[in-house]
Structure formats: structure tokens, C-alpha cells
């Protein structure tokens, strides 16, 4: 089955690298989403930061708890992030966690695509299975 629909970013929370040295460095960030479409409800995102001094060299990977409804099912489930940008070059993959659905999504299996627009607009097309 595929969702599909948008969301919104807030409470961006980006602590003190807790290890920066010879310009790079480590850092732990924690944000908040609420997702609208056939994917509705709210997530907190756990961040852990890697920064280069090439601009466009870094990677994250995170672990996302979303709560609410995925096409009237309600539930929750965890993802986890893994991203980098190699000089812009950008590869993103989010992977539901194998037995981590609670509720009616227990089962729940699947991998997420996240598209930023032009304007900063984000939005998701959520491949999975139940």
C-alpha cells in the first residue's frame, strides 16, 4: 500500500557537538513533525549529526517514534534514518523498525520517502505492507 501527504517540522533542538575537533564534528539534535495526508499524527526525531568542513559533506542517522493514523489505523511506530550528502550528492533511506508497531499497525514493514521542495515545503510517499 502506498500514503502519501506532507508535513511539518518544529522545536529544532540542536545541542553543543559533543565532539568537534580538527572541523568536524559530532552533535545530538531532536525535532518534532506532524504529518498530514494518510499518514496523521505527531513524531519526535532523535538526531545524531555528523558535520564536515565541506558544507555539503555531512550524514545523520535517527531514530523516529510517529504516533496517530495510517489510513484510519491507528497505532505507533518507529523509523529509523539514514542520510548523507557527498558534495551534494544526497541519498536518504527510512526503514520501519521490524516489530515496532503498536495498536492496529502491528506489522506494520515499510521504507518512507522524504521530498523537500523548492519553497521548503516537506512531504512523504510511505511504501508499506500490514
Given at each position: 500500500m502506498t500514503a502519501k501527504g506532507t508535513f511539518d517540522?518544529?522545536?529544532?533542538?540542536?545541542?553543543?557537538?559533543f565532539d568537534d575537533r580538527d572541523g568536524v564534528s559530532l552533535g545530538l539534535v531532536t525535532m518534532s513533525k506532524t504529518f498530514h495526508g494518510d499518514l496523521a499524527g505527531t513524531s519526535v526525531v532523535h538526531l545524531l549529526v555528523a558535520s564536515t568542513p565541506v558544507e555539503t559533506s555531512r550524514s545523520y542517522v535517527a531514530l523516529e517514534r510517529i504516533e496517530g493514523t495510517l489510513h484510519g489505523r491507528s497505532g505507533s511506530f518507529v523509523v529509523q534514518h539514514n542520510a548523507m550528502s557527498d558534495g551534494g550528492e544526497q541519498s536518504l533511506r527510512v526503514t520501519v523498525v521490524a516489530d515496532s508497531a503498536t495498536g492496529e499497525l502491528r506489522g506494520l514493514r515499510g521504507d518512507m520517502d522524504i521530498l523537500i521542495a523548492p519553497d521548503g515545503g516537506h512531504s512523504y510517499t510511505f511504501e508499506y505492507r500490514l
Open positions: 517540522t518544529a522545536d529544532w533542538d540542536a545541542r553543543p557537538p
